[in-house]
């Protein structure tokens, strides 16, 4: 715990707490990360509670890639059908409905969960739309909604760690805010060397999904 609140000591509305330190260091083990690697970031954002009080919340970021890493080590894992999008509203898709599948108890799951553009599109302070999300629109909500899916699908490893592009929109009031220093796009993992230390074991491939 010592070491992760002087690892973070500089961050952004910080620094961690004893017991936001023991969160991170909960969800690291239970995604085998490395609190140190950059494989999961913590920020601590100013948030209004119940009682329209501000306090001070801790969010887990993390990329796409890491969260498909993380359900692919269980070996239950597959992707699931193309990602489907509404109509064009507000500059971009109105929504994304991203699937995944799950091997569990003999037989394939699947899971979805659906995103909208209007609650997740990063706003700079002017109102318009951020300059990644007008270039990649679908591409920046697809992220979103896989997460959501990802997550429901495999809440024991992901549950609490969201993708960068989930929070975004939560900085709608903040410009130039500095992105976090993610440990790559994909973490290597520990058999490759270097500090990616945490990054887990190799397991054989998931049974190929039936085809619908």
């Known amino acids: 715990v010592k070491r992760v609140q002087e690892h973070y000591k500089d961050i952004q509305n910080g620094p961690l707490s004893p017991a936001q330190s023991e969160v991170l260091l909960a969800r690291c083990k239970a995604a085998n990360a490395d ?20 306090v001070k919340r801790m969010a887990l970021v993390t990329t796409i890639d890491f969260l498909r890493l993380v359900a692919d080590r269980t070996g239950e894992y597959s992707p699931g059908a193309d990602t489907q999008f509404g109509p064009e509203e507000g500059g971009g898709p109105a929504w994304a409905k991203s699937f995944v ?19 997740y599109v ?32 495999f809440p024991n490893e992901l549950a609490g760690l969201y993708s960068h592009e989930e929070m975004q929109q939560s900085d709608n009031d903040v410009d130039n805010r500095e992105a976090p220093k993610f440990f790559g796009d994909v973490p290597r993992k520990a058999s490759e060397g270097g500090q990616g230390g945490g990054a887990g074991r190799e397991i054989a491939a998931p049974p190929n999904p039936e085809q619908p």
């Open 35 to 54: 609190p140190f690697a950059g494989h999961i970031i913590p920020q601590i954002r100013n948030a209004k509670d119940d009682n329209d009080q501000w």
């Open 101 to 119: 599948r799950k091997f569990s108890h003999n037989t394939w799951h699947e899971y979805s969960a659906q995103a909208f553009f209007r609650e």
């Open 122 to 153: 990063q706003l700079k302070k002017n109102g318009s739309v951020s300059s990644m999300w007008a270039k990649m629109p679908y591409g920046m909500l697809e992220k979103c909604a896989e997460a959501k899916a990802l997550r429901r699908g």
